[in-house]
């Protein structure tokens, strides 16, 4: 215990036996095993730490090697961490690794789609640097109404083809950049959740940026996440990035909705899609083809579910709602 005291946590800055990371140590002939509690169960520093707290411990004599048992354990302070409740029967979050594949066009029709069936559905943009959904809807980026529920303010989402919509995007001084890091993201994704005036929602869409990083995991930690849906083009660079969300999800403890191929056909070629989801076990959603009018629809800001009804993947939902998350 006490070599393992010298073993700093890299983001931290502080050792780990004061941070309380390690339990159960004990040793069996030259191997000492020990359980390691990260804060988070993506924890992109496992390898950093094993190696540091291997070279530490082998300094000592009689031991050769270390046996780790990762387990985690996410803060409970509600202000940074905990899960929220909100009027939400099911959250979907869609994520793909790779930037430009179609996750914005996915999490729109999608919602479209879930309206036009009868659902009560709500679109948050969690990609907050980069927000797309007032365009693809077609909204102009004008800020939500205040509204007062409970003696609490509240942003008033836009309401748009039977959709409640919430972006920083309506928030923004247009073509202005945020540049804030990963805390500030975590406070609007959560802000976009519980001070936002939803509305007795069936399903709630998350449209997250590109990447594997903060907002997945600060979404991912601050709702009970129904499921995430991976969204790739066919070739292997999106197949890739494609594998680490779909792998950061499972991390997560998010359950895997499907994987759906965007952009099939003659530009990108096709099966991506399915052979991830065949090599994770997961379902697949099919192929969405790459399409003029799909392209344009997003300059003209229209979904194109909106004119075509019968969006293939609406009808995989799960119907249950069995995950009532009301407040
Ligand atoms: N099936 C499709 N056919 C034609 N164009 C498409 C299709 N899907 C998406 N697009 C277009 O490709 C571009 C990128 O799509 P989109 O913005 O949805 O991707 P994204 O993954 O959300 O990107 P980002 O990572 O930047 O958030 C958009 O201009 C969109 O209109
Ligand atoms: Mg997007």
């Keep these: 215990m006490q070599a393992l005291s010298t073993v700093i946590e890299p983001e931290l800055k502080r050792d780990i036996v004061s941070l309380k990371m390690v339990e159960d140590l004990r040793i069996e002939g030259d191997v000492a095993h020990f359980r390691f509690v990260l804060t988070t169960p993506a924890c992109p520093l496992r390898d950093v730490i094993y190696e540091d707290a291997r070279a530490a411990v082998t300094q000592v004599e009689g031991i050769r090697d270390i046996e780790i048992e990762w387990a ?3 803060p409970t302070d509600r202000r940074i961490h905990g899960t929220v409740e909100i009027p939400v029967r099911n959250t979907i ?12 066009t996915v999490a729109t029709n999608l919602a479209v789609a879930l309206a036009q069936s009868g659902a009560r559905v709500g679109l948050m943009d969690a990609d907050i640097l980069g927000p797309n959904l007032p ?4 909204l102009p980026l004008s800020p939500p109404r205040v509204v007062t529920v409970d003696g609490k303010q509240k942003m008033q989402p836009h309401d748009v083809y039977g959709l409640q919509v919430i972006s920083m995007g309506f928030l923004m001084k247009p073509g202005q950049p945020l540049m ?6 975590h406070t609007a994704i959560r802000q976009f959740l519980t001070d936002v005036n939803w509305n007795e929602l069936d399903y709630l869409i998350a449209d997250l940026p590109p990447g594997t990083g903060d907002a997945q995991i600060s979404l991912a930690q601050s709702v009970p996440l129904t499921g995430g849906l991976i969204v790739t083009q066919p070739q292997a ?12 999800f499972q991390q997560l403890e998010v359950p895997i909705l499907g994987v759906i191929e965007n952009m099939s056909g003659a530009f990108f070629g096709e099966g991506g899609g399915e052979r991830l989801a065949a090599a994770h076990g997961v379902p697949s959603w099919g192929a969405s083809r790459w399409t003029r009018r799909c392209a344009k629809a997003a300059t003209a800001g229209g979904p194109w579910s909106f004119t075509t ?13 069995s995950r009532s998350r009301r407040a």
């Design 72 to 74: 985690s354990r996410v």
């Design 93 to 104: 979050a869609i994520t793909s690794g790779k930037g430009g594949v179609g996750k914005s």
């Design 135 to 138: 365009t693809m809807v077609g």
């Design 180 to 185: 804030w890091r990963g805390p500030m993201l």
């Design 237 to 248: 660079v999106a197949v890739e990035d494609a594998t680490k969300a779909l792998v950061m």
């Design 309 to 321: 009804p019968k969006g293939r993947p609406a009808r995989r939902l799960p119907r249950s709602r």
